[in-house]
């Protein structure tokens, strides 16, 4: 497909973060997916900054000036934005320029129904693109992850994104079945300020971020293999005086709460497997479940999963990335690919 295009970029568009590689260079971009710009009326909004440069200015937002999120709980919310944010990321990986312009490689959430496939697809177009085509989410993830691109045995991929979770049954062959669960890392995030407020009277400004840094923090003392400590630092403002101030949260209660999210997420998967025949379901004994998106760094995820699954549960060194990684080796290797696995951008 992309065999007679020299430059072919790879482009994973998130709720949180956009990704951009090439076939030369891997992934070379990993920005939010923040867009600032002039808003002289409340209709009408002249895009300027994208990416970092848009979350710098965001913190002191001149006058007259507005920050835009294109792609919000898996739906585009801005297409001008989104045109503005893509043609700027791929001007700063050099993959366009007034002379070329490049082949492009979407992710697409699970087919050709995806409902925010089609808007994606008119700003990419926008930007000048000569060819545009999409893979499949689990696909991409599993060919990240080193699965080989000829491999049929079946994969159980739980896509933990930040506004709904993917759970797909398939290979790089493609897909059996998917399902979209309505829960992402932002619903995480607000129970956690809920027990950080009830816990210390402190507002976290910005919830998702500083779960992040929680989480990472005990998901690598998890995986050192040490003792969880019994409280760790919060960082936010007070809700009685408005000032900044850190307070000791108890880390049971933070864990307990993700727990029950986890459960929920093992229990929605297992009513899928229920639902497959079995011979699908035995071949998943001898792969797994692969876990891909920022989500899967949740401390305690993978071995909720396991237990309540029965099945090995891999976790990628960077699970956040798998994706953008497999539309990189997609587009290396175009010739490997099978008709089921790219994805018929809607008309």
């Not at 867009?35 to 913190?59: C, E, S």
């Not at 002191?60 to 835009?68: A, E, I, K, S, T």
């Not at 809920?194 to 840094?213: C, I, Y």
Request: proline share 7%; charged share 20%.
């Amino acid at each position: 497909m992309f065999r007679r295009y020299r430059h072919v970029v790879a482009l994973e568009l998130g709720s949180q973060r956009t990704r951009v590689g090439t076939v030369a260079d891997g992934v070379l971009l990993d920005e939010p997916t923040l867009v600032a710009g002039l808003a002289p009326r409340p209709d009408r909004f002249k895009p300027r900054l994208a990416g970092y440069a848009a979350a710098l200015v965001a913190r002191n937002l001149p006058q007259g000036w507005r920050v835009v999120r294109p792609v919000a709980r898996g739906a585009v919310t801005n297409v001008v934005a989104l045109s503005f944010l893509i043609r700027t990321f791929l001007e700063v990986i050099g993959a366009k320029s007034w002379y070329r312009a490049p082949a492009v490689l979407l992710a697409a959430w699970a087919d050709g129904a995806d409902p925010m496939l089609r808007p994606v697809y008119e700003a990419v177009r926008a930007t000048g693109a000569r060819h545009i085509a999409a893979v499949a989410t689990p696909i991409a993830a599993l060919c990240g992850a080193g699965v080989p691109l000829g491999e049929t045995r079946p994969w159980l991929v739980i896509h933990l994104g930040h506004a709904r979770t993917l759970v797909a049954i398939g290979s790089p062959a493609g897909l059996y079945r998917s399902e979209t669960l309505g829960l992402g890392t932002v619903e995480y995030a607000r129970a956690v300020e809920d027990v950080v407020m009830q816990q210390s009277n402190l507002v976290v400004p910005d919830g998702e971020v500083e779960l992040g840094r929680l989480l990472a923090q005990l998901a690598g003392r998890a995986e050192r293999g040490g003792r969880l400590p019994e409280h760790i630092a919060v960082h936010g403002v007070d809700r009685q005086t408005g000032l900044p101030r850190t307070a000791q949260v108890r880390v049971g209660p933070l864990l307990e709460t993700l727990r029950s999210y986890h459960r929920l997420v093992a229990a929605q998967t297992r009513s899928l497997l229920e639902d497959c025949p079995r011979t699908v379901t035995t071949g998943l004994m001898d792969t797994g479940v692969l876990l891909s998106g920022g989500g899967a760094w949740l401390p305690e995820l993978s071995e909720a999963i396991r237990h309540y699954l029965g099945i090995p549960v891999f976790v990628p060194d960077r699970p956040d990335l798998v994706v953008a990684e497999g539309l990189v080796r997609c587009a290396r290797v175009p010739e490997s690919w099978g008709s089921t696995v790219a994805v018929r951008v809607p008309a």
